[in-house]
C-alpha cells in the first residue's frame, strides 16, 4: 500500500527537482500582502468531494467548474484550520475532520516543487501559490489578477454532505478524474459514466452535455504533479 512517505520518497523525489529543509512553522512560509485561502482535500476511501459552481456559458458551451471546499479567511478564523472548517460547515452543511500530513508540498509552479515538515500544529497536505483568473488549466499564466497562496488540508466528512450557498451541487472524484478535469475540459456524463458521482441540489440534474473543469488550488496541484497526482491522492488514505 502506498503510504503518503512512499509517495514523497520515491515518487516526488524521484520524479523532479525537490528540495529537503528543516521543519518550518506554516506562516513563515506565507509571503505578505498575497491572498491567502484555505482548500480541503475531503475523502472517503479513494474518492474526493468537490464543489460545483453554477452553469456558465463559454463560448457556446455549458461549463460546471469544480472546486475545492474552502475560501478565504475571515475575522472570526483563529487559524488556518478554522477557516477551513468554517468554509466545510457554510459550503456542504457537514463538521470534518482534518488529518494530520507528515510530509508538505510546496508548490511554487510546475518546476518548483518543495518537500517540507511543517512545525506546530497545523500540516496541511500542500500548500499552493498559483495565479488567479488564468485561463483554464494554466494556473500560472501570465494573463492573470494577481497571485495566491492556498493552504490545502486533507479531511474527513461527517454526516451527509449537501449543496449550500454559491454550490449548487456536489461531486466525488476518483484521483484519475481529478487530473483528468485539471488539464482538460471534460463531458459530465463521461465522468458519470467512468464512476464520479454527482449530489444534485434543489435546482435538479445540472446539463447533461455540460464540460466539466477543476480550478483553484487543486487544479494547480495536480497539474504541477501530473501523472504522480493519481498516486499523491492514493497515499493521502494513509494520513492520520
Known amino acids: 500500500m502506498l503510504t503518503q512517505q512512499i509517495f514523497f520518497d520515491e515518487i516526488i523525489c524521484g520524479d523532479r527537482n525537490v ?3 528543516k521543519p518550518l512553522k506554516l506562516f513563515n512560509i506565507i509571503p505578505d500582502n498575497i491572498f491567502v485561502g484555505t482548500s480541503l482535500i475531503l475523502r472517503q476511501g479513494n474518492r474526493f468531494l468537490y464543489g460545483i459552481r453554477p452553469v456558465r456559458q463559454v ?4 461549463i460546471l467548474e469544480l472546486t475545492g471546499i474552502g475560501g478565504g479567511l475571515e475575522d472570526e478564523d483563529k487559524s488556518l484550520s478554522a477557516g477551513a472548517i468554517r468554509e466545510a460547515r457554510e459550503e456542504i452543511g457537514c463538521r470534518v475532520d482534518l488529518i494530520s500530513c507528515p510530509k508538505t508540498l510546496v508548490v511554487r509552479n510546475l518546476k518548483d516543487v518543495e518537500q517540507i515538515t511543517i512545525e506546530g500544529d497545523e500540516h496541511p497536505a500542500a500548500i499552493v501559490f498559483r495565479n488567479y483568473r488564468t485561463p483554464p488549466h494554466k494556473p500560472w499564466h501570465e494573463d492573470n489578477q494577481g497571485e495566491a497562496c492556498l493552504i490545502v488540508f486533507v479531511a474527513e466528512i461527517e454526516g451527509r454532505p449537501w449543496p449550500a450557498m454559491e454550490l449548487p451541487h456536489l461531486i466525488w472524484l476518483k484521483p484519475e478524474h481529478i487530473l483528468e478535469t485539471a488539464t482538460d475540459d471534460v463531458p459530465l456524463g463521461r465522468l ?3 464512476g464520479a458521482e454527482l449530489i444534485v441540489g434543489d435546482l435538479g440534474f ?3 452535455s455540460s464540460w466539466v473543469r477543476l480550478t483553484d488550488s487543486q487544479e494547480a496541484l ?6 504522480t497526482t ?9 494520513c492520520r
Open 222 to 227: 495536480a497539474i504541477a504533479l501530473g501523472k
Open 192 to 194: 458519470v459514466n467512468s
Open 206 to 208: 445540472p446539463p447533461r
Open 19 to 21: 528540495q529537503n529543509r
Open 59 to 62: 463560448e457556446g458551451h455549458q
Open 230 to 238: 493519481l498516486s499523491f491522492y492514493s497515499s493521502l488514505g494513509q
